[in-house]
């Protein structure tokens, strides 16, 4: 198993910009995918970014394309996500994620963090 600690959530003015990190403890972390997923009030959860667990393929969601950036330190089992140009609609709590191949789907997440976007 993995267990996984987020930070770096705040309250930011439009356009502004914050830094989330992940901390991961448990079994191998390069073992797993790791992705960030987030959950507005009275709203679903939705996927923003995920990033393969050998740290060659992203992918992140249109809506935060080209503002939003997920990266991975092996060594030191982190997973970050750099928000640019912050919009109020990005205001939401923020998980980290992962799952192994063999999953369906992501089965481990943190607590989250709260991101506040003011206009």
């Known amino acids: 198993q993995v267990q996984l600690v987020e930070s770096g959530g705040g309250l930011v003015q439009a356009g502004g910009s914050l830094r989330l990190s992940c901390a991961a403890s448990?079994?191998?972390?390069?073992?797993?995918?790791l992705a960030w997923f987030r959950q507005a009030p009275g709203k679903e959860r939705e996927f923003v970014a995920q990033?393969?667990?050998?740290?060659?393929?992203?992918a992140v969601a249109g809506s935060v394309k080209g503002r939003f950036t997920i990266s991975r330190d092996n060594a030191k089992k982190m997973v970050y996500l750099q928000m640019n140009n912050l919009k109020p609609e990005d205001t939401a709590i923020y998980s980290c994620?992962?799952?192994?191949?063999?999953?369906?789907?992501?089965?481990?997440w943190g607590q989250g963090t709260q991101v506040t976007v003011s206009s």
């Open positions: 990033i393969s667990r050998s740290n060659d393929a992203t």
């Open positions: 448990g079994r191998t972390f390069e073992d797993y995918h």
């Open positions: 994620a992962a799952r192994t191949l063999t999953m369906p789907g992501y089965g481990y």
